[in-house]
């Protein structure tokens, strides 16, 4: 269970009624209410410590919890001092329960969440801060004295930590799996949140740590939760295209750029060659594999025209169905079939099945490789029996801000990507990426991999968005 301490009279001052929660956490019993008075009757003995999950309620019993606090000047308070203040409070209750206490059978310590435990003994210590010995209750800073406390027989553990670096991680802003150990500590966790960091209430329970929705940064639009996938040698072109070929993670194997030929590729205008355009409702290597007309596609796409159909997509790549931009490529293919050779032998006139096609950079460079089988569109040609005679740079005249624009995304991750494609991007560290939009006067902070407390705590109140980005490579295919 997490609960948020919203700031009152500040952090000297709300001590007090927060280790009264703490107190119901220790004891699974509702013996305080959130403004400090004291329940009584029926309601005092209820459990603190539950939730419901698919409409079945829970209670847990704990011994270790954790004090989360968010402060301004958390760099400046001095930790001892802030144990010794809780430890002061704590003293002025004077209640001492019945408690379960852990304990350990020779080398074999209870742990934090166990059921392995016995009835209080006497403590040499109610409250002790410095002293790893028999204490009733022990407040800590650092996660290793945890076993300490449990070696010694401690019945409660309280982890206070003044959050001045990294704790908290956003699970939706995260690449890896958060662990075990980590995620455990939520059940028994306050947090003060002295800064507004969080848009919840005061008194606010749930299981799970804050999620990236529960951030007031994230209600204010300065958090983008999507990854945008940037390369330094392919740019946005794979974010880009991922939105209109979804499966390119899986389909293919990586190979080579025919840039590594030693045979420079030819630049060429596009309109100077008679395009077959894709057709949406095929599978493109279907499609190559059957003859091709250009006179009767441009009549085709003329009667579409007129009578209201939606005609054949111009200016779109011919594999991906994403539009092209900037570098594309004019490639010469040519289907070889069994008719076509038997005309040839017959008659002694030579059948010409070829057509261009026109394709992004991105997949060119990324998938498209001469002579090479191993690569999945080669190899969905190969069994079509088509294969790529020539290959012709050109120019499309859109920009990919025009392409940016028109993705089923949110506008701010539309900012963001258009911001990259025109300023380019600046790298601050491993971690770190900043673009700068001067027109609307924002700075977009990229992070790879993982955003934290601390990330999102150094640019609140800024005019700062920031976002995760991902470099990683696309997965080999199947």
Sequence with gaps: MVLIFKKHTGLQGDIANMCKMMLNVENNTN???????????????EPYNYYTNQGITYDIDVSIGVVLIYVSNGNQLNIQTVKNDFKCEFAKLKIVDEKRVPICIGSSNSSTYTLLSKKPESFNVINSVDIYIRSYRKFICNDH?????????????????????AYLYIPELCDSVMQHEYLSKSISTIIYDGINLLDMKHGAKQLDYPSVIQYKSFNKKKILVEPIHITHLYGLDYEIMSHYFPNITKSFVMCSSLHNNHHPIEKKNYTDFEIRRRNPMKKWYRQLSELYDYKTQEELELTSSEIGK???????????????????YVLKVSHCDSKSGDDEKNTGITRDNSSYIMVGSFILHTYIKKNNMSCRIQHYMGLCGVKIIDCYLTNYDRCETDVIMNLPISQVKKDIMSTISINGIHNVNDHRIITCNVEKNIIYCGFKDYINDIDIIKYMGTDTVIFRYTNNRPIPGY
Excluded at 147 to 158: E, I, L, M, P, S
Excluded at 314 to 328: D, E, R, S
């Design 31 to 45: 013996l305080y209410k959130l403004n400090g008075t004291k329940n009584s009757g029926k309601v005092s003995k």
């Design 145 to 165: 004295d945890i076993d300490r406390c449990v070696a010694a027989g401690t019945k409660f553990t309280w982890l206070i930590k003044i959050v001045d670096i």
């Design 310 to 328: 939606e005609p054949y997509p111009l200016g779109v790549c011919f594999i991906t169905g994403m539009p092209l931009y900037k570098n594309a």
